[in-house]
């Protein structure tokens, strides 16, 4: 019996050996330290007020062999008691531990997993400096800036277009800024509880159909289940995208080669589509002298004529090579009217010999009366056959 209360005796004495070293947080503590917390969670939003303390109990609840309980913060202050009140304004990373003296097992603690957070003053999208305008199948840089936000690693950033949610091509790690009073330059979000600007960066591509698309970002404090629900979050507003693109210019209007008519000028129309819209100038041999309106030319002389289309992006040129025709139409149309001239005329004087030899006859018949042989036989003696009395 001796033996075995002795045994008994050195395994509380290992175990609590064990219990201290391990300082609280290994899993063997867990299981055996008594202690525990409610809640096991505590998550609170930044200046919120009438807050329940956490209480640090014993379970099973023997406390016979309690010596003394309080909490720890930080680095060494230090309240008595059960339980811990949060400061909301100001205690960015307590890390509150309640530690527990036994009598026999020696010292032993517990974590309360702590979390003050708050959400971002504000949420706002720009392009990246260096990309202030988005270029067609150029890659586009937007970033989010997230302000005065905490803790900054539980931030998730979400990217809209128009309302619903997409997934850039490319999405640069979360950039944090602010770490005070610690070193900015060994910024790990995940060491700082204290509120930080957090920005982050995409790339996307986009095309001439993106032109005016608005994109936001949302940022959101992702807690877990012991947090607020739905989770809180807040959205930039909306940035109106403008996609630049190369000018095209709309060759239907413009073939490569125009026949133009001598004295007949062609009107040459150069229309070019792009954004910035573009500018469009004419050039051609110093020779030709057409007359230029706009974006249209007019030009009367043989040679190449060159559009060029440019804004920002590109500059792009269509040659157009005009022709001289000799028009033939009017000398055909001469010719026409000088053969209906000459047809017309042969047609007159045809007709006019005929009625001058009706009338002549006409005039003899209308003269029966005299009935005097002499007139018959000025009529080549053929008038016996008609039957002349019925005619007068
Ligand atoms: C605190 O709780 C959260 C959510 O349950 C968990 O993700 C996190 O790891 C915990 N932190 C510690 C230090 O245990
Ligand atoms: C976005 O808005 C349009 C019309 O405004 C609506 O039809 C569509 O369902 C909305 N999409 C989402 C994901 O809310
Ligand atoms: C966070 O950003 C805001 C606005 O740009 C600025 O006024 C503030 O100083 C920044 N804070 C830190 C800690 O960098
Ligand atoms: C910043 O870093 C330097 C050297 O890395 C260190 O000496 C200094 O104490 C740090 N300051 C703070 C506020 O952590
Ligand atoms: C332009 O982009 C949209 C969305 O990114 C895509 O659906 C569409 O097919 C693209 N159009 C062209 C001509 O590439
Ligand atoms: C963005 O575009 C929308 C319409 O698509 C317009 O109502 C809004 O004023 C524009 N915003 C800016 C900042 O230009
Ligand atoms: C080119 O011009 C014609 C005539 O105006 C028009 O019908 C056509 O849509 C234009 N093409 C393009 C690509 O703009
Ligand atoms: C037309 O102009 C472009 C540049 O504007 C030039 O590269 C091209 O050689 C020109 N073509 C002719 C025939 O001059």
Not at 20 to 30: E, I, Q, R
Not at 77 to 98: K, L, N, Y
Not at 276 to 296: C, F, H, N
Request: aromatic share 8%; proline share 8%; glycine share 6%.
């Amino acid at each position: 019996m001796d033996v075995l209360n002795s045994l008994r005796l050195l395994s509380v004495l290992l175990t609590s050996q064990l219990l201290s070293l391990s300082n609280g947080t290994g899993p063997s503590a867990s299981l055996e330290c008594p202690i525990e917390i409610t809640p096991d969670r505590m998550v609170v939003r930044y200046q919120s007020r009438g807050l329940r303390p956490a209480i640090c109990t014993l379970t099973p609840a023997d406390y016979t062999h309690l010596k003394e309980m309080y909490w720890q913060v930080g680095q060494g202050d230090t309240t008595d008691g059960m339980s811990w009140f949060a400061d909301t304004d100001r205690d960015w990373d307590p890390r509150p531990v309640c530690i527990a003296t036994f009598s026999v097992i020696g010292t032993c603690q517990k974590p309360l997993n702590f979390t003050l957070y708050k959400t971002p003053d504000s949420v706002s999208i720009r392009p990246v400096v260096g990309s202030s305008s988005a270029v067609e199948q150029r890659e586009f840089q937007l970033q989010c800036d997230i302000t005065s936000v905490a803790p900054a690693a539980n931030v998730a950033v979400r990217w809209y277009r128009g309302n619903e949610t997409f997934e850039p091509l490319r999405r640069g790690p979360l950039r944090v800024t602010g770490c005070q009073p610690e070193n900015d330059t060994t910024c790990d979000p995940r060491d700082v509880r204290s509120p930080l600007n957090v920005s982050s960066t995409i790339s996307i591509t986009l095309n001439r159909t993106d032109d005016g698309a608005e994109f936001s970002c949302e940022a959101q404090l992702d807690l877990g289940p012991e947090g607020p629900l739905p989770p809180p979050n807040m959205m930039s507003s909306p940035f109106n995208v403008t996609v630049y693109y190369k000018p095209v210019i709309n060759t239907t209007k413009l073939p490569k080669t125009i026949p133009v008519f001598r004295g007949y000028p062609e009107e040459l129309v150069c229309e070019a589509e792009g954004q910035p819209a573009p500018k469009i100038q004419w050039l051609y041999s110093s020779d030709v002298v057409p007359r230029e309106s706009g974006d249209t030319l007019f030009v009367s002389d043989a040679g190449v004529y060159n559009c060029s289309a440019s804004n920002q992006v590109d500059s792009i040129y269509h040659e157009v090579n005009v022709i001289l025709k000799e028009d033939y139409l009017p000398l055909i149309a001469g010719f026409v009217a000088v053969t209906v001239v000459a047809i017309s005329i042969v047609f007159l004087f045809i007709y006019s010999i005929y009625y001058k030899n009706t009338k002549m006859r006409r005039y003899s018949l209308k003269n029966p009366k005299v009935d005097t042989p002499s007139s018959n036989v000025a009529h080549n003696g053929c008038d016996m056959q008609f039957p002349m009395t019925k005619l007068s």
